[in-house]
T-cell receptor, first 114, second 113 residues
Framework: GNSVTQMEGPVTLSEEAFLTINCTYT??????LFWYVQYPGEGLQLLLK?????DKGSNKGFEATYRKETTSFHLEKGSVQVSDSAVYFC?????????????FGKGTLLTVNP | DAGVIQSPRHEVTEMGQEVTLRCKPI?????LFWYRQTMMRGLELLIY????????DSGMPEDRFSAKMPNASFSTLKIQPSEPRDSAVYFC???????????FGSGTRLTVV
């Protein structure tokens, strides 16, 4: 079945540091890939997505590139802010027009210190 | 748009009691999902609906859990009887057909004592 593996946290950075959160997946066919962010006490929010190989998703300074050859979708940001402190989830949706299930990784807690 | 609305935000109940969680999806969204989040198991899909019809309930842990969607604007997740191991945050999410992302509600934090 489909699965997502992301780096274990917590990750602690200083403001303006470079961020990478690794995510790899296992799936058949051509899944769609997502990053979601969860702020304390809130639900998950879609951060970015990519629906085919070599696509780059980007939003709010975050980027991730869909690499089929390495089955990866690593999240990056060049300069993090304190407000980026949250839990980040990598997720995939399997291929096939009728497949709407999202499979999530376990999440990575990011703390950014001033 | 008010987003996906869940109620209550917090629920504390005693073991053995019935618990009902409620969700109002975004108007026009065809798909509704119920997830459970715990530290140990992360996010687990419990069940999802398409056009009010349950499509996949393979994630429902056991017969104590049931979910309904009587119309396009309302869904419930019921636990009867509740047990301490059901303590978790329960999320509802919805999406439109041919859309690629979910919109999540703020969740219901359930504590069973």
């Amino acid at each position: 079945g489909n699965s997502v593996t992301q780096m274990e946290g917590p990750v602690t950075l200083s403001e303006e540091a470079f961020l990478t959160i690794n995510c790899t997946y296992t799936a058949t066919g051509y899944p769609s890939l997502f990053w979601y962010v969860q702020y304390p006490g809130e639900g998950l929010q879609l951060l970015l997505k990519a629906t085919k190989a070599d696509d780059k998703g980007s939003n709010k300074g975050f980027e991730a590139t869909y690499r089929k050859e390495t089955t990866s979708f690593h999240l990056e940001k060049g300069s993090v802010q304190v407000s980026d402190s949250a839990v980040y989830f990598c997720a995939l949706r399997g291929s096939g027009g009728s497949n709407y299930k999202l499979t999530f990784g376990k999440g990575t807690l990011l703390t950014v210190n001033p | 748009d008010a987003g996906v609305i869940q109620s209550p935000r917090h629920e504390v109940t005693e073991m053995g009691q019935e618990v009902t969680l409620r969700c109002k999806p975004i108007s026009g969204h065809d798909y509704l999902f119920w997830y459970r989040q715990t530290m140990m198991r992360g996010l687990e899909l419990l069940i999802y609906f398409n056009n009010n019809v349950p499509i996949d309930d393979s994630g429902m842990p056991e017969d104590r859990f049931s979910a309904k969607m009587p119309n396009a604007s309302f869904s419930t997740l019921k636990i009867q009887p509740s047990e301490p191991r059901d303590s978790a945050v329960y999320f509802c999410a919805s999406t439109k057909q041919r859309d690629y992302g979910y919109t999540f509600g703020s969740g219901t934090r359930l504590t069973v004592v």
